[in-house]
């Protein structure tokens, strides 16, 4: 099963893009979700994340800007994204763990229950 993003594109420093995660086969209202970037450089954030539980968190630099939601008839998870900025530029990847894997953030499939192939993000100024 692999998780397919999509929603990424080019836009201008400030406005805002939306990132969806479809799961066919994965219920994700049952699973640890996260949305993980990559960027150029090859470094891996862990920018949103939702447990089964409820419980959300954000990275310090997509705090206040960044929104991850579920919406359990869709069994999409989204991730709205608003005031973006330059360094927001990376690879967009929703990952799915039956139990969320502990820091450092990997970008690597292997690392993950379900992983999917990502959608770019480009920011320009």
Request: proline share 5%; charged share 20%.
């Amino acid at each position: 099963v692999q998780l397919v993003e999509s929603g990424g594109g080019t836009v201008q420093a400030g406005e805002s893009l939306t990132l969806s995660c479809r799961a066919p086969g994965v219920t994700l209202e049952a699973i640890d979700m996260g949305w993980f970037r990559q960027t150029p450089e090859n470094e891996c954030e862990l920018v949103a994340s939702l447990t089964t539980d409820g419980t959300i968190a954000y990275s310090d630099s997509t705090k206040g800007r960044f929104t991850i939601s579920l919406n359990n008839a869709k069994n999409t998870v989204y991730l709205n994204m608003t005031i973006l900025r330059p360094e927001d530029t990376a690879a967009y990847h929703c990952a799915a763990d039956f139990d969320a894997p502990s820091p450092p953030a990997s970008c690597s499939s292997k690392d993950h229950d379900f992983w999917g192939r990502g959608t770019q993000v480009t920011v320009v100024s």
